[in-house]
């Protein structure tokens, strides 16, 4: 299951890494260009999210995860069999536009991929463990970008750059298709969710109640298909949507702005390549093996209050950290211990476990697209903007960007806050997975809950009042 988690990391780090030869290849030497080319993911996810969380809502987590798959394969690999401008103008026209076609194509498996992974293993993994179980994804995110730097870098080394730049920078693409083809025969027996099974189940029952109560078959199948609309989810869940969004803007905005940009940033000021190398590794290897433990705290005081932690860590420690990046560029050991240590720790504390945040939102019958809008939406807006925003503050201060990471944290924060101040008072119901423990053990949360859960099911019940009432309508 994961190895196509693997897969999808794989393709954004390899596009990184070969952007040079792109972008002599397909953007005729345009840096900004072949950005653009990468960044076209952005625009493709949210409504991949959408599509494919549909797909998964109505047909199957199961169908939803073996068509993205199969998608991410296609928009990876396929990049590496493109024509380029090498081979005439006409070829070169071509290759672009299927280049574009092809990352679009693979931003939509991909933000599909992630959000209906996220709702498979909440609705499977044991409850008392669904946090260590969670910080799975991330750990394959960070192994995705650990192979790509190693492949290219094995590349390089065998062939040498100027071969790599000629016609290697091909055969990274195509080598996804090993781990990919393991994760398609994998999925061929991966078993539904016994939670979507019985969320149709009663769909189900209750769907032949209404015909037998004498209402058209045909309108009770057109309204089961509006119920999981992407209409209908944005319309009843929107406020869950919208917590959802802010939620994943800390790490969103670290991912963006403090690893991908900051690595520019250094180079431009003239950090030698293998200490960015070495404060890549070292960030993601750390990364990885703080996952599990993150998920076991996840376990014991809850998510909520370890995406709260973890953006409040980044609203104090951004600024300061990137003040010391911005006086000391060309030192590597103080490189390696903010962005290989500093970003890693915050990195590893509100990434390994925030996808558990977004997908503990919905219910069952509309999990698979309300997650995938939601955290598609958050991480295109706030780590698609992150790094023009970072690159931009430089024109205001020298220390803008350290301003742009803070700020992403505090979003988070006060998200996290609202949230529960809004669930406190049965305005909005934050746990669809697992009660408690969510934001901590405390007496207070204690209290909290409580008080939320009688108020909900107030609401529940006069909703089911009302309800009563349409049907009867």
């Known amino acids: 299951l994961l190895l196509g988690n693997v897969v999808e990391w794989y393709e954004f780090a390899i596009y990184g890494y070969l952007e040079p030869a792109l972008e002599e290849k397909f953007f005729r030497g345009s840096a900004i260009a072949a950005w653009l080319g990468f960044g076209v993911t952005f625009f493709a996810r949210p409504l991949?999210?959408?599509?494919?969380?549909?797909?998964?809502?109505?047909?199957?987590?199961?169908?939803?995860?073996?068509?993205?798959?199969?998608?991410?394969?296609?928009?990876?690999?396929?990049?590496?069999?493109?024509?380029?401008?090498?081979?005439?103008?006409?070829?070169?026209?071509i290759g672009v536009v299927c280049l574009i076609f092809l990352r679009l194509l693979q931003g939509m498996s991909a933000a599909g991929e992630i959000s209906t992974i996220s709702t498979y293993i909440a609705e499977v993994g044991r409850r008392e463990s669904l946090g260590m179980s969670m910080s799975m994804i991330s750990m394959t995110c960070n192994?995705?970008?650990?192979?790509?730097?190693?492949?290219?870098?094995?590349?390089?080394?065998?062939?040498?750059?100027?071969?790599?730049?000629?016609?290697?920078?091909?055969?990274?693409?195509i080598l996804a298709l090993v781990p990919g083809l393991i994760s398609v025969w994998g999925r061929r027996f991966m078993?539904?969710?016994?939670?979507?099974?019985?969320?149709?189940?009663?769909?189900?029952?209750?769907?032949?109640?209404?015909?037998?109560?004498?209402?058209?078959?045909?309108?009770?199948?057109?309204?089961?298909?509006?119920?999981?609309?992407?209409?209908?989810?944005?319309?009843?869940?929107?406020?869950?949507?919208?917590?959802?969004?802010?939620?994943?803007?800390?790490?969103?905005?670290?991912?963006?702005?403090?690893?991908?940009?900051?690595?520019s940033f250094l180079a431009k000021r003239g950090m030698p390549p293998s200490g960015s190398m070495l404060a890549s590794l070292t960030a993601r290897v750390l990364m990885?093996?703080?996952?599990?433990?993150?998920?076991?705290?996840?376990?014991?005081?809850?998510?909520?209050?370890?995406?709260f932690t973890a953006a409040a860590?980044?609203?104090v420690c951004g600024l300061p950290f990137f003040m010391v990046l911005d006086a000391y560029p060309t030192n590597v050991p103080i490189?390696?211990?903010?962005?290989?240590?500093?970003?890693?720790?915050?990195?590893?504390?509100?990434?390994?476990?925030f996808f558990f945040y977004v997908v503990e939102l919905f219910p069952t019958s509309v999990r698979g697209a309300a997650v995938g809008i939601s955290y598609n939406i958050g991480f295109s807006v706030f780590g698609g903007l992150a790094p023009m925003l970072c690159e931009a503050s430089l024109n205001g201060s020298a220390l803008g960007p350290g301003l742009v990471l803070s700020f992403g944290g505090l979003?988070?924060?006060?998200?996290?806050?609202?949230?529960?101040?809004?669930?406190?008072?049965?305005?909005?119901?934050?746990t669809h997975v697992r009660e408690q423990p969510y934001f901590s053990s405390s007496a207070l949360c204690g209290a909290i809950g409580d008080n939320s859960k009688a108020k909900r099911a107030q609401q529940t019940e006069s909703s089911e009042g009302d309800s009563t009432a349409d049907e009867s309508s």
């Not at 100027?162 to 016609?167: E, I, L, R, T």
């Not at 209908?232 to 790490?251: D, P, R």
């Not at 990885?288 to 995406?307: F, M, N």
């Open 48 to 93: 991949g999210g959408a599509v494919f969380g549909v797909v998964g809502d109505r047909l199957g987590r199961s169908v939803a995860v073996n068509i993205t798959i199969i998608g991410m394969l296609i928009g990876t690999c396929g990049q590496g069999c493109l024509p380029t401008f090498d081979n005439g103008e006409t070829a070169g026209i």
């Open 411 to 430: 979003l988070t924060a006060v998200t996290v806050l609202t949230a529960q101040i809004c669930h406190s008072q049965g305005l909005v119901k934050l």
């Open 313 to 315: 860590a980044l609203a």
């Open 288 to 307: 990885i093996l703080l996952a599990l433990p993150v998920g076991w705290l996840t376990d014991r005081k809850g998510i909520a209050w370890v995406v």
């Open 191 to 263: 078993p539904e969710s016994e939670a979507y099974l019985e969320e149709q189940t009663i769909a189900r029952e209750k769907s032949a109640a209404r015909i037998e109560g004498g209402v058209d078959a045909a309108d009770v199948q057109a309204a089961a298909a509006r119920e999981k609309s992407v209409r209908n989810v944005v319309t009843n869940h929107s406020s869950n949507i919208l917590i959802g969004v802010g939620g994943v803007a800390s790490f969103a905005v670290l991912q963006y702005g403090g690893f991908v940009w900051t690595s």
């Open 143 to 173: 192994v995705g970008f650990l192979l790509a730097k190693a492949v290219v870098f094995a590349m390089e080394a065998i062939f040498g750059k100027p071969a790599v730049h000629d016609w290697g920078w091909r055969v990274p693409f």
């Open 335 to 353: 490189v390696v211990a903010v962005v290989g240590v500093g970003y890693a720790i915050l990195g590893a504390l509100g990434g390994s476990t």
